[in-house]
């Protein structure tokens, strides 16, 4: 058989094997690649991982012991545990009179609120080898007592017992710590005491006291409605001396001032004593005893009716009565005449116009007299609004069950504040206001519609009638609010210290005290005499 020339023959096979070799230099090539790129994460990983390990580690570190106490898993929060239900079975031990694992508990207890409080100082974890010695004496412990049948129904049984005896004890501590709240906040320091007894020997030996004193009543200013007429209604002398040494000092024209003061017939010598002999920068002060208000009886004031009568008086100062009634509902400031007189502004300066009613424990910041201008609106009662938190709108006061409240009145209505008012008493007559007030009180004759206080009838009386007005004429809360905004404090014209903590009282809140402290007539020689008795 004849073969082709050499040249001729066609090299198919090895044009294959070209390819062949070629596909398999690539994919060593790319194996190769692969391999190196491979072991160059690996050793990249590795560091990585290291180091978030370390950074873990480092967070593990910084953990402070309130961190540790809300991690389950955490030997702070399980020695916790242990030593709660460690003090339950020393409790029941006590009781059962194996005074001996009592002991070895409390030991233990110690122990642990030792290592807590070293890991709290450290700001370190506590450590396995750290826990795991007392958490293994405190089971043996605590599997011990088990033992000893006090099983887990016992311990609740007990545990609820002593956790009732506990809430009454605190329930009564708290009675007891209201009512001697409000006995020192009634009570009068002795310097103070010692200031009244001095100027009422001065109103009763000095007749030219009393003679001043009879012109004064008879002055045109007290009627001049072109004046700035200002009423406080209190038996607290110092705290009514600075309410007009503060308003005095911060106004434009002090000598346009009237203030009319009401006291009961005990203070109102001391009063006139005091007022009359001082300087108030060309203002005016009239003091008037309430007893003078002849009208303000029993049959035309349901108010007065109720406060003279027998149920009231024994609701107020009978100490055996009802427990579940909370101290302050009976608290007797309530039903002193002086704090309703408020309601009888009309009757009581019958020729004025408009007046700015002051509380005795208020301090005065700027001039007041642009409060005169401002337009009410045709309102009677203008007052700052004080329903920024809930709990001072309308249903906190009153009771809403009722339907002769819940079908005249808003739940959320905004509460307003008394203690800095003006009143237009025009309008409050036009309005017959008091008569509202009346109604109210007759209503609430049996305590069912407010319990205390004369803001909720206020409230009532008042209702729709009232011109909100900026909240920095007044600011509440420097009688129990440490917390009260410096901003706030700075701009407000009048602070109020409501509450219980008064600044003459050594219970007043300390850092409040030196805004009180400045009016006070410090130089007055009964006042140098006093403070060292």
């Not at 409000?182 to 005491?193: F, G, I, R, V, Y």
């Not at 002849?294 to 049959?299: D, E, G, I």
């Not at 009978?318 to 608290?331: L, Q, V």
């Not at 400031?333 to 020729?351: A, D, G, S, T, V």
Request: hydrophobic share 40%; proline share 4%; net charge neutral.
């Amino acid at each position: 058989m004849r073969r082709r020339a050499a040249d001729y023959r066609r090299p198919v096979r090895r044009r294959l094997s070209c390819w062949i070799w070629s596909l398999l230099g690539i994919f060593t090539i790319a194996g190769f690649v692969l391999f190196v790129v491979h072991h160059h994460q690996d050793h990249v990983e590795q560091p990585i991982l290291e180091s978030e390990s370390r950074n873990e580690q480092v967070v593990h570190e910084r953990l402070n012991l309130t961190q540790e106490m809300s991690s389950v898993n955490s030997y702070a929060r399980q020695l916790a545990e242990q030593m709660t239900l460690a003090k339950a079975y020393i409790i029941i031990a006590k009781e059962h009179n194996n005074l001996h694992l009592a002991w070895e508990l409390s030991s233990k207890i110690r122990s642990c609120q030792f290592l807590l409080s070293k890991a709290a100082m450290k700001e370190e974890p506590i450590s396995l080898d750290e826990a795991e010695p007392i958490i293994r004496s405190l089971s043996s412990l605590i599997l011990k007592a088990q033992d000893a049948h006090y099983d887990i129904a016992t311990t609740m049984m007990t545990m609820k017992s002593h956790i009732q005896a506990l809430e009454e004890r605190a329930n009564a501590a708290s009675v007891q710590s209201m009512m001697f709240g409000q006995l020192t906040a009634e009570s009068l320091p002795k310097n103070l005491h010692c200031l009244e007894i001095k100027l009422i020997a001065d109103w009763l030996t000095r007749k030219s006291l009393q003679d001043f004193a009879d012109e004064r009543r008879n002055s045109p200013r007290l009627v001049d409605n072109n004046l700035y007429h200002f009423c406080i209604f209190s038996d607290n002398l110092v705290a009514v001396s600075v309410v007009i040494n503060s308003t005095v000092a911060n106004a434009d024209h002090p000598k346009q001032l009237i203030f009319h003061i009401v006291t009961d017939s005990i203070h109102y010598g001391l009063m006139q004593a005091w007022f009359l002999n001082n300087d108030f920068k060309g203002s005016t002060v009239e003091v008037q005893n309430i007893d003078n208000f002849a009208w303000l009886n029993s049959s035309y004031s349901p108010a007065v009716k109720q406060l003279l009568a027998a149920d009231s008086r024994k609701y107020y100062f009978d100490g055996s009565m009802d427990t579940s009634i909370e101290p302050k509902f009976r608290n007797p400031k309530y039903i002193y005449l002086l704090n309703h007189l408020r309601f009888y502004i009309p009757e009581m300066y019958p020729q004025l116009e408009k007046i700015v009613f002051l509380d005795d424990d208020v301090v005065v910041q700027k001039d007041l007299t642009p409060l005169f201008s401002l337009d009410l609106h045709g309102n009677v009662n203008g007052a700052v609004e004080t329903c920024l938190e809930a709990f001072h709108r309308y249903y906190k006061y009153l009771n809403f069950s009722n339907p002769l409240i819940s079908s005249k009145f808003d739940p959320q209505a905004c509460g307003w504040a008394f203690g800095m008012n003006v009143f237009d008493l025009i309008a409050w007559r036009k309005a017959n206001v008091t008569a509202r007030y009346h109604y109210w009180i007759e209503q609430n004759d049996d305590r069912t519609i407010w319990k205390l206080g004369t803001l909720p009838p206020g409230l009532l009386a008042f209702y729709g009638m009232t011109e909100p007005l900026d909240r920095r004429w007044h600011v509440l809360g420097l009688g129990y609010d440490a917390n009260v905004d410096n901003r706030l404090i700075e701009s407000a014209a009048v602070i109020h210290f409501n509450g219980n903590m008064k600044p003459w009282l050594k219970l007043g809140i300390s850092r409040y005290r030196p805004l009180w402290e400045r009016y006070v007539n410090q130089t007055h020689p009964y006042l140098q005499d006093c403070a060292t008795h």
